[in-house]
């Protein structure tokens, strides 16, 4: 199979077109290669196809945000390798046309067949150590399912609906429209049977004839290591049904991570700050530092100034994709001025400035050399 050109190379525009640009560029490529205008012409129905498969997920917010990531890699089938008449391609030709001039092309040529169901998504709060180590959580969701009385077929005694004879099962009637093209035929959903190529003649009293009602279903999600806010997952076939026989939609568990109290993160890797006293910092100390295992003794020199920072290899997020494979815990020292001094521990402090120089306090002499040198 020939390697897939980029989709923005095939509706010639760039990377960060904005959606107006992604639409005309494929409206005029859609009007030059329609293969109702180019009867016959196999290179003309190719690039129409083409064209018509990348404006599929460039207008897709979803797919477009995966193939900008990932390239065709990152549909899982949707696009890649399945060609734009294979299996899993979800597209809609009429739909897509349509939505510029009104109707599809082609008189009829498309018959309506078995539609997949619509995805879903869960917002899912978790807790930030949840979401370091992972976990199973159990959600319950409120969705679209098929009917238990009429097994989704929308009659009483649960036989299967019978074919329009409007559209002739197609769920669509032809009709001829003038265009800039000329007069071509437009296909629009049948009224008789609301465009779905059947009818209910006995409805069941459950669902009302629609074959499908709300439920709510409870789902065991096991949350991988490693998870950070706004990332998601997605329960396969655990969206809504499909029409006509389609397969079910996917459900997409997107995670949302509560602050913690002591610990923040960017990516893998864990931040903290740690308080010293102004004695612990001078003469150096061992400290009971906190991570996300819980503390870890670690001892910081003599001389130690505010905001330095330490780093512990290995402990921070574990990545659930790489085996073993740990961030790293990095805390930033804050050495706390002591405050509500009484009277002898103020006189203990001014003894020990009395005796102190300027090699006590590099940064303090670095600042007034630097100024001294800016008033020559």
Do not use: W
């Not at 005029?28 to 129905?45: F, I, R, T, V």
């Not at 290899?313 to 073993?324: L, Q, S, T």
């Amino acid at each position: 199979m020939p390697e897939k050109r980029d989709y923005y190379e095939v509706l010639g525009v760039a990377k960060g077109a904005s959606d107006e640009e992604i639409k005309k560029a494929y409206r005029k490529l859609a009007k030059q290669y329609h293969p109702d205008l180019n009867p016959d012409d196999k290179a003309s129905e190719a690039k129409f196809k083409e064209a018509s498969e990348a404006y599929s997920v460039l207008s897709d917010d979803e797919k477009k945000a995966r193939y900008d990531q990932f390239g065709h890699a990152g549909l899982d089938g949707a696009a890649a390798g399945g060609g734009f008449d294979g299996a899993g391609f979800d597209i809609n030709l009429d739909d897509i046309f349509g939505s510029f001039f009104g109707g599809g092309f082609g008189g009829g040529r498309r018959r309506a067949g078995p539609a997949r169901g619509a995805n879903l998504k869960y917002r899912m709060g978790l807790e930030f150590l949840e979401a370091a180590f992972g976990c199973e959580k159990e959600i319950t969701i409120t969705k679209e399912d098929l009917c238990d009385t009429c097994h989704g077929t929308g009659s009483k005694d649960g036989s299967a609906p019978k074919r329009c004879t409007t559209c002739n099962g197609t769920g669509q009637v032809s009709q001829r429209q003038q265009t800039m093209f000329g007069t071509v035929m437009t296909n629009r959903p049948c009224s008789a049977c609301g465009g779905q190529g059947a009818v209910v003649t006995d409805p069941c009293p459950a669902c009302a004839g629609r074959g499908r009602r709300q439920k709510k279903k409870t789902l065991k999600v096991r949350v991988p290591a490693g998870v950070d806010a706004g990332q998601s997952i997605v329960l396969q076939n655990e969206g809504e049904p499909g029409q006509k026989g389609g397969g079910y939609g996917d459900l997409y568990v997107e995670f949302h991570i509560r602050p913690h109290p002591v610990f923040t993160r960017e990516g893998f890797q864990t931040f903290c700050e740690v308080p010293v006293t102004f004695v612990q910092a001078a003469l150096g100390a061992e400290l009971d530092v906190p991570t996300i295992d819980g503390p870890v003794k670690y001892r910081i020199k003599d001389g130690t100034q505010t905001g330095e920072r330490f780093t512990l290899r290995g402990k921070g997020i574990p990545r659930g994709d790489r085996n073993g494979y740990r961030g790293d815990h990095v805390f930033v020292v804050a050495v706390e001025v002591p405050k509500h001094l009484d009277a002898k521990q103020k006189d203990l402090l001014k003894e020990f400035e009395a005796i102190s120089g300027d090699r006590n306090y590099e940064k303090r002499r670095s600042f007034f050399d630097k100024l001294k040198e800016g008033f020559k």
